[in-house]
DNA sequence: GGGTACATGTAATCAGTTACATGATTTA
DNA sequence: TAAATCATGTAACTGATTACATGTACCC
């Protein structure tokens, strides 16, 4: 087995650990709605995945027999100690903050404040993310709201990092779409 | 050619954009201490990537022959197509906060705050992550004391992203390890 | 002129994604 | 009970990473 598995290894096997005996299709709606904001990864890679951990011998699965054969998931003691071991080790891992928008941003060309001269790109690029940013806020606030998450959990202190991100993009945004609709260096 | 490009394409003609001739190992250089924070890969895809582009008629490269039998690219017309309009189409894409730290919070057990309980995991969590993320900090304050961004620029502007992410992260983190017992950095 | 660090590329492997297929359940 | 929807899985393909190999310059 390597000595660092890949991330969405750990998210299975931290979810496993809360959810025995689920199947990778569960593990999926429990992702999409919480930590799949952070980390997301497409369904069929929880098949995958799971198969992986099982060969590892992190995790055992059931297979039904006939009708959907479903796979039920549950963490072997190694796997259980590979979770435990991940969760207390030192990471030297670094932040990516992986947004699209940005990326454009960042290939603009250099009087991208200036709006006459792009067809105000970027003032379109703004719009279009505080909307989605907004949206992205009130659903967050949504789950705060639905009282899901109790009030110290680390599930509700991870969202609280969505909050304040989505907050502090959208301010972000506010003051580009400023500089693009009124340019500070017009030309003339 | 499919519809839409993986990121690392998007990325490459942005850079072949403003530096045209660039080799995949030049390429890797601007990368790194620049848009590299929020979306990194390994040198060796932007050989893979160059390849692909090629064979879509968005990339010209002229390989040396003999010695290191350097690859210098270039965008085509249509490369330059397909840039203009990757940065002016709308995106429906979210953002991702990719960050370690976060997931192993999220994977505490929901007794988290109890230090006395776990070894106090979380503050040490917590302590590295400040000092990770601190050490981060300080790079983008360097990277803007250096002078070597436009004030007005839109690389500067992704990396206030950069630097407002950062201050909200140590915040956040702090404010976990005042719930716990490891001994804490002190406030800079 | 031999050692060290930098520059460059390729091949093999592994991970992630898209597209598809089928079983079960609800509801008009 | 047919149509629609939800649940579940697999296979084929594409993308990303690791490990390796070699070339060039620098410097003592």
């Known amino acids: 087995m390597p000595t660092t ?3 969405s290894a750990y998210v299975v096997l931290g979810l496993l650990d809360r959810h025995p005996g689920a199947t990778p ?29 099982v060969r590892h011998g992190l995790v055992v699965e059931h297979q039904e027999r006939g009708g959907r054969r479903r796979r039920t998931l549950s963490l072997t003691d190694e796997g259980r100690r590979e979770l435990r071991q991940w969760l207390t080790t030192p990471t030297q891992a670094v932040t990516e903050i992986h947004d699209e928008g940005l990326l454009r941003l960042y290939f603009q ?14 003032g379109r690029l703004a719009a279009e993310q505080i909307q989605a940013h907004g949206a992205r806020l009130a659903e967050y606030e949504g789950l705060v709201a639905s009282g899901r998450l109790g009030a110290g959990s680390p599930q509700r202190a991870t969202l609280e990092v969505g909050l304040r991100f989505e907050q502090m993009i959208i301010g972000f945004w506010r003051e580009i779409a400023a500089a693009s609709t009124y340019p500070s260096e017009p030309t003339r």
């Open 5 to 7: 598995l890949p991330m």
């Open 25 to 53: 299709y569960q593990l999926d709606q429990h992702i999409r709605g919480s930590i799949g904001y952070f980390w997301s990864f497409p369904r069929s890679q929880l098949y995958e995945e799971a198969g992986r951990l």
């Open 109 to 122: 060309s250099p009087d991208f404040a200036d709006a006459e001269n792009n067809g105000d790109a970027v």
